[in-house]
């Protein structure tokens, strides 16, 4: 029988874990540093950005309500594959590069700050634009799903669009327009990441979710950083190394994508790995 009060991850615990590591109990933690603090802490994966119902969807039937909760649990089965090509340098199938996209995607869609701007669109006189965009891809449905929203209170629909959200993008990052390619870490230092891990540069104006000067910066793992941008601008391609997608960060690269990283953190930063409590300069 589903609990109708159920614990729910804004950053999903398959994720972290990446960054984590065990006590010698076989728990597992994370390194952080909270913004504003003077020192780093471990905290416990397990209650880390935990929230009750927080992406229950407004149905009485308590299946139909954790919709979003099964379909994050379902795609986030294919990322220890997606972990062990790279481990094993594979280029990622088709197959894998949408679920790895999905995967990322269903992370932004988690993330506070979005969600607050998806409200936002929600309840701003962009709504109509808004809803226009994210339907592109619904076909005969998309009138259905746009006046379905109105039996619902404003405060319920952020998590009803997330679904329409989710999918326009996945269709738009896995068209031919967008390329990507995945550096390595640079002398073993590990990528960070943070509590809002999805890193989307030039993307929410007033008229539209994604722009062709879109760049997004994922850290999939310690060793592993995604990067994305529109095929007119293309950095990705020329970040690579013998025309591989899985190439070798530089110093360079690697200073620069972590400094973007740490800016983009809500409340988090999120260290590669295990660290003592250490104190920090809050300049």
Wanted: hydrophobic share 35%.
């Amino acid at each position: 029988m589903t609990p109708y009060r159920q614990t729910q991850h804004i950053i999903s615990q398959v994720y972290l874990k990446q960054f984590g590591f065990k006590d010698n109990t076989g728990k597992n933690w994370i390194s952080v540093w909270e913004l504003g603090s003077e020192y780093t802490d471990n905290k416990s994966i397990k209650s880390f950005l935990a929230e009750e119902n927080i992406f229950d969807l407004p149905f009485k039937n308590l299946k139909e309500r954790r919709k979003f909760e099964e379909l994050n649990g379902d795609i986030e089965t294919y990322y220890p594959k997606i972990i062990s090509d790279l481990n094993n340098g594979q280029k990622l199938s088709e197959k894998s590069k949408a679920n790895l996209i999905s995967i990322i995607i269903n992370l932004l869609c988690r993330t506070k700050s979005f969600r607050n701007q998806i409200d936002f669109l929600l309840q701003s006189d962009k709504r109509d634009y808004f809803l226009n965009e994210i339907t592109n891809y619904h076909g005969p449905f998309r009138n259905q799903l746009k006046h379905s929203l109105t039996r619902f209170r404003l405060d319920d629909q952020v998590n009803l669009v997330l679904f329409s959200v989710w999918y326009y993008f996945c269709k738009k990052l896995t068209s031919s327009n967008f390329d990507y390619v995945i550096l390595k870490d640079f002398s073993n230092r590990g990528w960070i990441t943070s509590d809002n891990p999805v890193v989307i540069k030039d993307n929410i104006n007033e008229v539209t979710l994604l722009a062709q000067e879109t760049e997004i910066f994922f850290p999939i793992s310690p060793k592993y950083l995604f990067y994305l941008d529109h095929m007119d601008y293309n950095r990705s391609r020329s970040l690579r190394v013998k025309g591989q997608e899985l190439t070798q960060s530089s110093d360079d690269l690697h200073r620069y994508f972590t400094d973007i990283i740490w800016r983009n953190a809500e409340q988090y930063v999120i260290f590669p790995n295990y660290i003592e409590k250490t104190k920090l300069s809050k300049t």
